[in-house]
């Protein structure tokens, strides 16, 4: 089985910053791309940021030069720095990561519960 466990969500107010982390457990071979997912009330599902394996990483344009993703390999975590905050980044916000590990023979995208980040104007 494999696990994804977030943390660092909360309440902040516009300007703040918070960091969110992102850690995987359980039976896992290699992992591929780690991504933020973020779904406000109402609306769909999006990307915020993702990094692969090798360190490259992709970006809403919503949040380039406030958001940094990153990863630390050794404990199959993935972090998302959130700088300079608004009011519409308010959502819940998912990781997501493609790994190979658990039951399965090929890579597989899990899914975390979401933590959800609030910013009060």
């Known amino acids: 089985q494999v696990q994804l466990v977030e943390s660092g969500g909360g309440l902040v107010q516009a300007g703040g910053s918070l960091r969110l982390s992102c850690a995987a457990s359980g039976t896992i071979f290699s992992v591929n791309v780690m991504g933020w997912y973020r779904q406000a009330l109402g609306k769909q599902r999006e990307l915020a940021a993702r990094i692969t394996s090798g360190g490259s990483t992709n970006y809403a344009d919503s949040v380039k030069g406030r958001f940094t993703i990153s990863r630390d390999n050794a404990k199959n975590t993935v972090y998302l720095q959130m700088n300079s905050l608004k009011p519409e980044d308010t959502a819940v916000y998912y990781c997501?990561?493609?790994?190979?590990?658990?039951?399965?023979?090929?890579?597989?995208?899990?899914w975390g519960k979401g933590t959800l980040v609030t910013v009060s104007s």
């Open positions: 997501n990561v493609n790994l190979l590990g658990g039951v399965y023979d090929r890579a597989m995208d899990y």
